[in-house]
């Protein structure tokens, strides 16, 4: 049998917050240790150290001891990227609500920063999804907007960071809203040009302001990897 595992003190932290709720999964599904060693191939020392609270356990770890409990592999790969996220010395640090908390526990409002919420959604039906969230995050964003080419360009180099293993494209969405003075009748559309950073596979409008393109990366990128691509955007 393995020694049994330090009591965790929970101080707020999301490390320690998600070490918390993976040793509530594993309580919920009545396995041990050693019963989680052998569905998972990973030692009983590797999944103590994931619920230990020192620090983040791997996707990788994540995923097979939440397949081995029966979790909800989804809610826990967005919770897993959230905290990654927050704990990610290099990662943009916004003014979106940002909580220690795992999904199955919020109010829906406040699963805005893990997932788009239906009823705040302003697409109409059937409209193309919003930024993978759960795959990869923006680390770094630098743009140059162009006044003095006509028609205006805008220029944006962006460097990625994958949140799980095998992606293999990224898709970006941009709302571009008419100007007051633009006749309503007139087209509207954006011209996106990949300058660098993979194919630029497919490009769409599922509405009038709302454009989305999806770049396909030359090679697929694993957990951690970082990527750099460059668009030009023209109206």
Same mark, same amino acid.
């Given at each position: ?6 009591p ?9 917050? $998600?070490a918390?709720?993976?040793?509530d ?7 041990? /240790? ?12 590797t ?41 990610? !010395?290099d ?10 908390a ?27 999804a ?21 028609? =205006?360009?805008? =220029? ?14 990224l ?26 950073g ?8 599922? /509405?009038?302001? $709302?454009?989305r393109?999806? =770049?396909?990366? !030359? ?14 955007l023209?109206?």
């Amino acid at each position: 049998m393995g020694r049994p595992q330090a009591p965790l003190e929970r101080d707020g932290s999301p490390v320690r917050e $998600f070490a918390f709720w993976l040793r509530d999964l594993r309580n919920r599904s009545g396995l041990t /240790y050693e019963q989680l060693a052998k569905s998972t191939h990973y030692g009983t020392s590797t999944l103590q150290a994931a619920t230990s609270g020192q620090r983040l356990p791997t996707l990788k770890v994540v995923m097979a001891f939440v397949k081995a409990c029966d979790g909800d592999s989804d809610a826990w790969q967005s919770y897993w990227t959230q905290v990654r996220r927050m704990v990610d !010395p290099d990662a943009p640090q916004s003014g979106a609500l940002r909580t220690v908390a795992p999904p199955w526990t919020l109010e829906p409002p406040l699963v805005g920063e893990l997932q788009w919420v239906a009823d705040d959604d302003p697409r109409p039906s059937g409209a193309a999804a919003p930024d993978d969230l759960d795959s990869w995050y923006v680390e770094s964003f630098k743009a140059l907007l162009r006044l003095d080419v006509e028609p =205006i360009e805008a =220029i944006e180099q962006r460097v990625v960071v994958a949140s799980r293993d095998g992606l293999e494209e990224l898709s970006t969405s941009i709302c571009v809203p008419r100007h007051h003075q633009e006749a309503a009748e007139s087209p509207h559309e954006l011209e996106a040009e990949l300058l660098h950073g993979g194919a630029l596979v497919l490009r769409e409008q599922p /509405y009038e302001t $709302f454009f989305r393109n999806v =770049i396909a990366l !030359p090679v697929p990128l694993r957990a951690g990897d970082r990527h750099e691509y460059a668009l030009r955007l023209r109206l």
